[in-house]
């Protein structure tokens, strides 16, 4: 197996001036993205500085305008290895009309789980989310952090090697989301990549890479010190309106 | 195209349902309340209706063809008689008095015989059998005419009335011609009979279209829709799971619709069963196929509710549910051919009235075939092009 070979299989997400316009607006602008096996990176940015769109594109809900993006190794949209794929939008993206329990259903059966092994991961999925007792609960019941934590579970069921996760904590309380975490970290120490968006920037220090986005590119990327290190700054808000400062300049 | 995968998202829908009891409720109580209403005010005839009479014939009553033809009246169901002024009542002006009453809508027909009614008559009935002529002896009838409804049942039970009088003695007029109508097909067939096949396709519609709709704008809105493509399940798979959840739906409801209508009115169903559940159920996974197109084509979730009058009123009007096509007007009339519910409803009558089989309505059959199958491939498009 050749170097470039091998390169190629341990990035698991790669993207090549990618580029994504709506009606002339660019939401994405060249965005060139490395993220390699059993990584945990994170896109962090304001509001409107093309996360989103990012990952939109990245699991094949959108079409880039221009430029390439594959993960595992297959351009997108994935489709062959769609069931190695993970995602959780950042919007409520479960169904309130069904119980926690028919939902987490639901998503097993469309990735073709067997019923113990869909019987297996939720029980410890739910307990991962600490929604265990709440199995029969409507979604329509539950309050907001709760259907957040259903979300994630739900967009975990199939056991996925890569996971896109948008805003996965937000509207989680403090001490459940230092679980999530402690679970991510589970969860790449076991081989699994996981990209996430945040804006929460103290939270962002657990990840191994940091990506900062601002007016759909990056404009710096490296390990949480790195990047303070880089700015002279001693936290990775600051790091990043030096950044910005300076992209701008 | 995996099975599971497609009863995974059936399942889905019907589940929501289930956890919904007021939209259960509806989709029972809705058809169950649209063929009672109908069955019960359409299916009867007009009845009871409130009538003055003002009769000044002078004639004795015994010889009085007046007379007879008011006893007559008094037999029907149509007409309530609520008054009958003679030439005693002479002093309050009864003919005034009783148009006065029309006037007020307080009754809906005042008729009044005059003093030489029999008179005519019998100088009528003398030229014709002498072969020379005679003016008619007439009365009045004043009439309400708000609702042209009763104004045909109150003008065709006098008619009704003067012609037995005449037929029987003492005057045994019989007319030259007789129209005996042989019914070929819906002997004994009353309005519901025609009114129920009508039904149950219009709520097969009504319900499946604004199901898909709703639930379709709900994926919408939340991201579950972004949420379901970026698993492995295909749009294909979706736009199955949705037609086999809400087609049915629309068969649960026409069972309701039978039963209630075989229950409670008794109709009459000729032809078979299966054939009328095929129908109904390529009926309705058009109509949920229409609903999920349009629901994802319109931009907004506002944009998509507002289908919901556009393409269920013409489709209630001009159909053929109420009134035959041929009542439609010649200029509306090819729009009633490009409307589904149209052959849904023809062909269900056909089946359920006239007791035909596949070959009768196999053109039916296949218009409402190819209705499920454009609607699923363009739902299956529409799908496709959100991405």
Redesign the interface.
Known sequence: MGQVAKAAESEVIRTDKLRKEFDGLVAVSGLNLRVGRGRLYGLIGPNGSGKTTAI?ML?????PTSGTASVLGERV?VRKN??R?G?M???????????VH?NIQ??G????LSSESLERREKSLLKMVDLEDRSDS?ISQLSGGMKHRVSLA??LIHDPEVVFLDEPTVGVDPELRVGFWKYFSDLKSVGKTIILTTHYMDEAVRCDTVGMMRTGDLIGEGTPKQLMEATSTLDLESAFLAYARRSGE | M?L??V???A??NL??LR??KRTVGFLVLMPLLMITIFGYTFGGDVKDLKVYLVNLDAAPSNESVSAAIINDLRTRETLDIRMVYGPEDIAIDPVSLVRQKVQDAEIWAAIVFGGTFTSDVEDAVAAIRGGSFSLPGTFAVYIDGTNPNIVAAIVNDLQKSVQKVLVSPPYGIVPPIAVTPDLVYGQGARFIDFFAPGVMGLAAMMVTFMLSIISFV?ERS???L????????TEGEIVAGYALAFGLVALIQSVVILVTAVGLFQITIQGNLLLVLLMIFLFGVGSQGLGFVLSSVARTEFQAVQFMPIILFPSILLSGVFWPIEAVPMVLRPVSYFIPLTYAVEGLRSVMIRGWGLDGIWFQLLILLAFAVVMLLLSTWALKRR?
């Open positions: 939109k699991v094949g809900l959108l079409r949209p769609i069931a794929v995602y939008p950042q919007e409520m993206a479960i169904y309130t009309d069904l119980t028919e639901l998503f059966q469309l990735y073709s409507l739900s967009a | 995996k599971g995968r009863l995974a998202i399942r889905k589940r929501a956890h919904d709900h939340g991201s579950t972004d949420r379901l493509l970026s698993t492995p399940v991405r």
